[in-house]
């Protein structure tokens, strides 16, 4: 998988990036704390992106990732607007997915107390609309199903066919994987 940083988001030069060594869980549970708090806020979809090799099971990185961009992107939906999360402040991947987690959490915590403001406390991660400048918020469709940009009809119609079964819910994958990948595939061919 390669990382899609969104295009507004400021990225850390390398050089600036620092250790983060007391968050103290592995990245297997990093992973799970942050889809437990997706699950709390009611998100209608989320997915993860990163710089590294992804379980098929369930888009998740291998437990020992350690890839070179070593960023964070956390996308998902809800009540029809897109929100984006993203980190790469630390050397370490799994200190970027964790900070993510734990902003995310604390947004939900202060989303939840008596206190009035002008906007939701996650309005600041809202993505723009189609009508606004940026746009975006999708992975390239090449990606999605794991080809080259310029692969040929047979390429993109093999991995359709692997990246189809592993999406379908019965398999494990969900209605919002199995939407994007026959969109991918319908980008890659034309629609054939």
């Not at 902003?103 to 406390?121: F, N, Q, T």
């Not at 390429?155 to 026959?182: F, I, M, N, W």
Request: proline residues 5%; charged residues 40%; negative net charge.
């Amino acid at each position: 998988m390669s990382l899609d940083w969104p295009p507004d988001f400021e990225r850390t030069p390398k050089r600036d990036r620092k250790r983060k060594n007391d968050f103290r869980v592995g990245l297997t549970r990093a992973f799970d704390e942050l889809v437990n708090e997706l699950d709390r806020i009611g998100v209608d979809d989320y997915h993860f992106e990163f710089d590294a090799k992804e379980r098929k099971r369930d888009s998740r990185p291998y437990a020992n990732a350690n890839p070179d961009d070593s960023g964070f992107v956390l996308r998902w939906t809800m009540d029809g607007d897109q929100f984006a999360l993203a980190c790469d402040r630390y050397v370490r991947f799994l200190s970027n997915v964790r900070a993510v987690g734990l902003y995310l959490r604390e947004k939900r915590k202060m989303e939840g107390r008596p206190v009035v403001s002008g906007a939701s406390e996650f309005a600041n991660a809202r993505l723009p609309s189609g009508d606004e400048d940026a746009i975006v918020t999708e992975r390239a469709a090449h990606t999605v199903l794991g080809v080259d940009a310029d692969a040929d009809p047979a390429t993109v119609k093999r991995a359709y066919r692997e990246r189809v079964k592993e999406a379908h819910p019965d398999q494990g994958g969900s209605e919002a994987e199995l939407r994007e990948v026959r969109q991918a595939k319908e980008v890659l061919t034309d629609g054939e």
